[in-house]
Structures are given as structure tokens and as C-alpha cells.
């Protein structure tokens, strides 16, 4: 049996007012982070409440990202884009490049074992278990290599073999 309608009204009194708010904020962010990592989304919710208490949401790039990427792709849509802002643009692009390249850096620096003060136990077992991926996937292509080079040997003793007999034959006639 399904819930009743309500009227998509504001509700007048002032306790149910904050309790309904409270439960339906909660379900929007929990929603945001479903939708977030079931998409992939870069995902920002702002919500401010009645008494002007702030609630947010940033999916992992961060909110700072999310806004800046924000006012970017506003500018682009009303083709704002004057010299000083496609610069500022292009030095948002370096500093998140250069952040990316940051952490791509710290994080081969923790796969090959250095820099792992300070991470937790959850942390190093999510690394174990990357290593131990990557090795998985090191030995099969390594087992692929190899059965590729003795299928190669085995044609090059059955071509020798089969010399080795013209030669006998010819040596024999």
C-alpha cells in the first residue's frame, strides 16, 4: 500500500516544518551521493535552511572544482569570455593539471611503498589489494608471453627436425 499525496506546500507550522526539511534534506544528499557514484558525476548540492544553516555536498572533486567548472561553463554559455577571464580560465586548467599530476605522482609513489606514513589500515589494504591486481595481471600477461615464445621454439625444433631429415635423406641417397 503507497503513501497519500501531500500538497507540495509550505507547511505553517514551524517543528514539522524543520523535521520535514531535515528528513527530505537528508534523502536529497543521500540521493546526490547515490547519483554521484553510480554516474560518476561531479556533483555539487548547496542547500541553506530557513534559519540560514548551511548543508552541502561535493562529490570527489571537491566544491571549490565543481563551482569553478560551474562559473566556467556559465561564461562559455553567454560567450562572457573576455582576455582576463580565458586566462584565469587556462590558469584553473594549469592548477588542475598540475594537481592531477600531484596525485598520480603520490599515488605511484605509495604503489611502489614509499610515503605510507600516516595511511590507514583501510588505505593499505585497498594498496595491497592493487598490488595484488597488478601482479595478477603481470603473471598472465607474463604466462601469455611465454606460451607465446615456446610455441615459436617448438616451430623452430620441428623446422629443424624436418632439415635435419632432407639433409639425412640427401646424405643416405
Given at each position: 500500500?503507497?503513501?497519500?499525496?501531500?500538497?507540495?506546500?509550505?507547511?505553517d507550522n514551524t517543528t514539522n516544518?524543520?523535521?520535514?526539511?531535515?528528513?527530505?534534506?537528508?534523502?536529497?544528499?543521500?540521493?546526490?551521493?547515490?547519483?554521484?557514484?553510480?554516474?560518476?558525476?561531479?556533483?555539487?548540492?548547496?542547500?541553506?535552511?530557513?534559519?540560514?544553516?548551511?548543508?552541502?555536498?561535493?562529490?570527489?572533486?571537491?566544491?571549490?572544482?565543481?563551482?569553478?567548472?560551474?562559473?566556467?561553463?556559465?561564461?562559455?554559455?553567454?560567450?562572457?569570455?573576455?582576455?582576463?577571464?580565458?586566462?584565469?580560465?587556462?590558469?584553473?586548467?594549469?592548477?588542475?593539471?598540475?594537481?592531477?599530476?600531484?596525485?598520480?605522482?603520490?599515488?605511484?609513489?605509495?604503489?611502489?611503498?614509499?610515503?605510507?606514513?600516516?595511511?590507514?589500515?583501510?588505505?593499505?589494504?585497498?594498496?595491497?589489494?592493487?598490488?595484488?591486481?597488478?601482479?595478477?595481471?603481470?603473471?598472465?600477461?607474463?604466462?601469455?608471453?611465454?606460451?607465446?615464445?615456446?610455441?615459436?621454439?617448438?616451430?623452430?625444433?620441428?623446422?629443424?627436425?624436418?632439415?635435419?631429415?632432407?639433409?639425412?635423406?640427401?646424405?643416405?641417397?
Amino acid at each position: 500500500m503507497g503513501r497519500g499525496k501531500i500538497a507540495i506546500e509550505r507547511i505553517d507550522n514551524t517543528t514539522n516544518r524543520q523535521v520535514t526539511f531535515s528528513k527530505r534534506r537528508g534523502g536529497l544528499m543521500k540521493k546526490a551521493r547515490e547519483l554521484a557514484i553510480l554516474c560518476d558525476a561531479d556533483l555539487a548540492l548547496i542547500v541553506f535552511s530557513s534559519t540560514g544553516r548551511l548543508y552541502d555536498f561535493a562529490s570527489s572533486s571537491g566544491m571549490e572544482a565543481i563551482l569553478e567548472r560551474y562559473q566556467e561553463a556559465k561564461e562559455e554559455h553567454c560567450g562572457v569570455l573576455n582576455p582576463t577571464s580565458e586566462a584565469k580560465l587556462w590558469q584553473r586548467e594549469v592548477t588542475t593539471l598540475r594537481q592531477q599530476v600531484q596525485n598520480l605522482h603520490y599515488n605511484n609513489r605509495q604503489l611502489l611503498g614509499e610515503e605510507l606514513s600516516g595511511t590507514s589500515v583501510r588505505d593499505l589494504q585497498f594498496l595491497v589489494n592493487q598490488v595484488e591486481m597488478s601482479l595478477h595481471s603481470i603473471r598472465k600477461r607474463k604466462e601469455q608471453v611465454m606460451a607465446a615464445e615456446i610455441h615459436e621454439l617448438n616451430q623452430k625444433v620441428h623446422y629443424i627436425f624436418f632439415m635435419f631429415l632432407l639433409l639425412l635423406l640427401l646424405v643416405l641417397k
